[in-house]
């Protein structure tokens, strides 16, 4: 019976599907649940829909975790297994999405925390990083090249930190209210190095103008950097995907030799 179960929650073709299908409609509720007027309207047909996909999100969890023990990616013995899928990402995500539902029932909480909680349903979204190959590969892509983005990121940081102060020094006795401090002159750093420029906080004097022209053309560089590594790493991805088979026998991926 658990193994039934099992094969029928990680590989039914329909059962994916449909848990694919609910996870959308609960980000479309969430957003029709946005305006005012239509959810005075429809409250008791949200309110439903809200129950049965936490219904049917909560069973599917408990099934995850009774029959976590025959997924061949954790080791140790049931327990260990099941304490593993708890931990893991998606049985997070799992809990996750269903417990703002259940925490208002439980405990006495704030309305304005019981909002809190109603946004943490857009977390169900990621449910579909299971289901979606497509969230697969940019997810292995990700990991692939962290270590990377985690270089480009850092250099990134210090040169944010070295134009907010810059700027402090250059602009902040003419515009004191705006550039108050190092802290302050992060926000222009950051809307100039990404090249935005949203214009609530700009330069006024010639030598500030320099700077940012400066750090705006450095900008360039450096978010292109980061766009282009995942970029290639996804392209090789799935140039990768399209060259490999599957073993009738075992179902185990292999690259044919050319």
Same mark, same amino acid.
């Given at each position: ?117 109603? +946004? ?17 590969? +940019? ?75 400066? +750090?705006?053309? +450095? ?40």
């Amino acid at each position: 019976m658990k193994r039934r179960v099992y094969n029928f929650i990680e590989f039914n073709p329909g059962f994916i599907k449909f848990i694919y299908t609910l996870i959308i409609l609960n980000v479309v509720s969430l957003i029709i649940g946005s305006y005012k007027e239509i959810r005075e309207m429809n409250t008791q047909y949200l309110d439903a829909f809200e129950v049965f996909s936490v219904a049917v999100f909560t069973v599917e969890y408990l099934l995850r975790l009774w029959t976590a023990d025959l997924n061949e990616n954790y080791s140790g013995g049931s327990f260990r297994k099941r304490l593993k899928f708890m931990f893991s990402t998606f049985g997070l995500i799992d809990l996750i999405a269903i417990l703002p539902f259940y925490l208002p029932l439980l405990f006495p909480i704030d309305l304005r925390v019981v909002r809190i909680l109603r +946004i943490m349903r857009l977390i169900r979204i990621f449910k579909l990083g299971r289901y979606s190959k497509s969230l697969k590969t +940019i997810n292995s892509v990700l990991r692939e090249t962290r270590s990377d983005l985690g270089i480009t990121i850092f250099i990134a940081f210090i040169m944010l930190v070295l134009a907010s102060t810059l700027m402090y020094y250059v602009e902040g006795d003419v515009q004191p209210d705006k550039f108050a401090s190092i802290g302050h002159s992060f926000w222009w750093a950051v809307a100039t190095l990404t090249t935005v420029g949203y214009g609530d906080v700009y330069p006024v004097t010639g030598m500030g103008k320099l700077l940012s022209g400066i +750090i705006a053309l +450095i900008g360039v560089g450096i978010v292109a950097l980061p766009t282009g590594i995942i970029s290639s790493a996804f392209i090789e991805k799935i140039h990768q995907d399209n060259k490999s088979c599957t073993c009738p026998n075992c179902g185990a991926h292999f690259t044919p030799k050319e």
